[in-house]
């Protein structure tokens, strides 16, 4: 009776680890602090004041006006972005509450699976909410007139090959890139930044979605290019189709 029990015990751990590994890791606001915020960090790099980048001034991915918006939505004065601000723990706590409740959250980073979770997230960051959001829309053949993402968008997400819609989405995003660079000669020198950081962007994001390629212990966190962090405007939309 033992020797069976030990063999039922073991059968059961067994199947519970063959399923761990068969499926696509799931819906978690666990992967925001890292790797989603960790790596997003990498690619936004520290302060920046480059008159090409319509985002304007910015640190650390946040922008002088999302940093007004957020301090005054708590009732606290104005403060000017300042190299200086890296590192203090004050900044460090305002930077991944913005990060969190005006780009994870609005993207539903906590709702959608690991892996397109960072993607939507990392382009919400770079692009702007609406347009991160109409792109997944775009991706999942939903209309994009209601550009949220809705309970209909994330069943439609449950019913979709996770890594083929990786693979699309961030196909979507090189082609609204090149757009950006074809309408606004300016941008253009920030176009090898940005598309490094939609292939490693996508390889990552492959490998959060599936636990057998190793995830983030076997993934370098280290842009292949240049910085990414330009600002992708909604503008831009209608040229990038």
């Not at 090409?52 to 946040?62: A, M, S, Y």
């Not at 196909?171 to 300016?186: G, N, Q, S």
Request: hydrophobic fraction near 45%; charged fraction near 25%; glycine fraction near 8%.
């Amino acid at each position: 009776m033992i020797i069976c029990r030990i063999w039922l015990f073991l059968a059961g751990v067994i199947f519970g680890l063959l399923i761990a590994i068969a499926l696509p890791a799931r819906a978690s606001d666990r992967n925001f602090p890292r790797p989603a915020l960790a790596y997003v960090l990498v690619h936004e790099g520290g302060f920046s004041n480059n008159p090409n980048d319509r985002g304007g001034v910015t640190l650390e991915g946040v922008t002088q006006k999302v940093y007004d918006a957020a301090r005054a939505d708590k009732g606290l004065p104005r403060r000017a972005l300042a190299p200086e601000m890296r590192g203090q723990p004050e900044w460090i706590k305002e930077r991944n509450d913005i990060y969190r409740w005006r780009f994870w959250l609005p993207c539903a980073g906590d709702k959608l699976p690991a892996g397109l979770d960072y993607a939507v997230f990392d382009w919400c960051v770079n692009a702007g909410v609406k347009q991160a959001s109409k792109h997944l829309r775009r991706a999942l053949n939903l209309p994009e007139e209601d550009w949220l993402i809705t309970p209909d968008v994330l069943s439609q997400v449950r019913r979709t090959h996770v890594p083929s819609l990786l693979r699309d989405l961030y196909a979507i995003r090189v082609k609204f890139y090149r757009a950006l660079c074809t309408a606004r000669a300016a941008q253009c020198g920030f176009l090898p930044g940005w598309l490094a950081r939609a292939a490693t962007g996508e390889a990552l994001a492959l490998k959060l979605n599936n636990p057998r390629l190793g995830g983030l212990a076997a993934f370098d966190l280290k842009p292949a290019l240049g910085p990414g962090k330009a600002f992708a405007e909604d503008e831009t939309e209608e040229e990038a189709r």
